[in-house]
């Protein structure tokens, strides 16, 4: 019979999870060993418990499965909250599992170390950014509790927590069973998907807009398949942009409003049917929009649910949704040819000169160097380099574009490296990099190489674009490049078009530790792409004011 600690990490594994990232502290020790010695999943341990946050938050994004986080009580498990939250919002399936005390320890009479408000304050928090919880204090009924548990994260795709407390990881008890999939009531499936089809046979002009979701459930090759059948073109949002990276032929970029191609935007706003596909309804997505969505011909699918117009239709799955209209496309809803904009395009065929660098250039020079060596996948943080991003040929993306939370970037891309085996490239400001950059120095001993682009204006230059006159933007130059050895990379400063370019090539050779190209940038220089957000943003605040 296994103990809680081996069937947790095997019901782990049986639902998905290929690895988990944690850092070790007291009350979770007694897990870590057997995390150590049971071999069931590899593991990463780095520096700061947010990191271990984003990095397998990252890696579940990559991955289509589960990310899972191993922290200590209290002041680990606190550590990891921005992260999670961050999970959260973006919809990502995240498994914090986190020590606690023991039976004895909860009925001693004294305060315990770590504790916050009382013993159950932990549970209280993350109660907030989870969609389910369990605390496996009873080993009768800890493998139906984990079950549950991981079928919500995985069906909802959204974090959940589980609490070990430490005298209970030794306890046999009965494996982990995985409980079925809930789908969709058969009727009401056919109902849904009914009135869509009837919605698009009469749309002249529809459109399918596709997010994260998409991603989360692994549907990219099936709305593909969908949007070729039906003769939809398809356009993804800010925040999933690197959606359908192998499907070109239906992407027709990526729809940011008035700070977007005009004709990507054209094509959205005056859509007379629009197919939202796990399309998350935030500002970043559409506080640009020039034109208020008409719902009486709009089609929304998330979070298990479907609204066309005023219907809704609850515990739907987007998967069982996407495959029902495959089945009618074509019989019922008949593809019509149309004439479509031009696919975006993106800034190539940088002039390698002494001209001073702009952020951009860099946007082109990596569009070259993947003309040339092929795509790589690319984590962003938040700033004017997730703006960049939005310059950089589609190839998947992981970033906080929605929670806009900063620090995301650098252990992102290590979750991706360590998750994948892929080489990511990391698109980082300085004033992110101060918070988490540090986490490179794990690179090492993991053997992971990604490239790293840091922005440096030395300025918060995202929160400046919006309140310029205010002084506390401004950040100290630290010299990272300079730091990069230390931490067992290469690092060098690039100030010019020419020493970019050269610089990437060194890099994309280079194996074996990571490369650090520091981009120096001039403060109050933007990309086009952020200079147009916020002109776009400033405007709109001024349309609702007045």
């Known amino acids: 019979m296994p103990t809680l600690a ?45 990191a271990v946050g984003f990095a397998a938050d990252a890696a579940a994004r990559y991955q289509s499965t589960l990310g899972v986080v191993v922290v200590t009580y209290g002041a680990g498990a606190f550590n990891v909250v921005n992260a999670v939250a961050g999970a959260y919002a973006e919809r990502s399936p995240v498994v914090v599992v986190a020590g606690a005390p023991g039976a004895r320890e909860r009925t001693s009479g004294l305060l315990l170390h770590h504790q916050a408000r009382s013993i159950d304050t932990q549970l209280a928090v993350f109660r907030e950014i989870t969609c389910d919880q369990a605390v496996l204090d009873d080993p009768a009924t800890a493998p139906q509790a984990i079950a549950r548990v991981l079928r919500s994260a995985r069906e909802r795709s959204l974090p959940v927590y589980i609490e070990v407390p430490r005298d209970r990881v030794d306890a046999p008890v009965a494996p982990v069973p995985v409980l079925p999939r809930r789908t969709a009531d058969p ?16 749309a002249e002009r529809p459109v399918m807009v596709v997010d994260v979701e998409i991603r989360r459930y692994g549907l990219e090759e099936r709305v593909a ?112 040819p149309r004439t479509l904009p031009p696919l975006e395009d993106y800034p190539r065929g940088l002039v390698a000169d002494d001209t001073p660098l702009a952020p951009s250039d860099v946007a082109a ?31 998947a993306l992981a970033a906080p574009g929605y929670y ?38 794990n690179c090492r001993r993991y053997g992971l190489d990604p490239i790293v682009l840091l922005f440096n204006n030395a300025s918060w230059e995202m929160l400046r674009v919006f309140q310029p006159e205010s002084r506390f933007n401004d950040l100290s130059d630290w010299n990272f490049a300079a730091m990069a050895p230390a931490l067992g990379g290469h690092g060098e400063r690039v100030a010019t078009r020419r020493e970019l370019a050269a610089a990437l090539e060194r890099a994309i050779a280079r194996r074996g530790m990571f490369s650090l190209i520091e981009v120096m940038l001039p403060r109050g220089a933007t990309s086009r792409t952020l200079a147009r957000f916020v002109t776009g943003l400033k405007s709109a605040r001024d349309r609702q004011a007045g």
């Open 187 to 202: 009727d009401a499936l056919a109902e849904c998907a009914g009135e869509i089809a009837a919605l698009l046979g009469r």
């Open 404 to 441: 806009a939370g900063m620090g995301f970037g650098v252990p992102a891309g290590i979750g991706v490296a360590a998750a994948t085996g892929q080489r990511p490239l990391i698109l980082v400001g300085d004033g992110a990099f101060q918070m988490t950059g540090w986490e490179l120095g």
């Open 6 to 50: 081996t069937a947790l990490l095997q019901g782990l594994k049986d639902h998905g999870a290929r690895e988990l990232f944690g850092i070790p502290g007291d009350f979770i020790l007694p897990l870590f060993k057997v995390v150590e010695e049971s071999g069931i999943l590899p593991y990463f341990t780095l520096s700061h418990e947010p």
């Open 365 to 395: 020079a990596v569009n070259d160097l993947l003309d040339r060596h092929g795509p790589l996948p690319m984590t962003a943080d938040i700033g004017d380099c997730l703006f960049v991003a939005m310059e950089i040929d589609n190839t």
């Open 225 to 336: 398949t969908l949007a070729r059948r039906l003769g939809l073109p398809v356009v993804t949002t800010f925040m999933g942009r690197g959606l359908l990276q192998a499907a070109p032929d239906v992407r027709r970029g990526t729809y940011l409003g008035s700070a977007g191609d005009p004709a990507v935007t054209r094509l959205v706003e005056e859509a007379d049917a629009l197919l939202l596909l796990g399309v998350i309804l935030c500002d970043t997505n559409f506080a640009l929009s020039e034109k208020r969505f008409d719902w009486r011909h709009t089609v929304l699918a998330i979070d298990r649910g479907v609204r066309i117009g005023h219907h809704t239709y609850p515990e739907l799955p987007i998967e069982d949704l996407v495959d029902a209209l495959i089945a009618r496309a074509g019989p019922e809803i008949a593809a019509r």
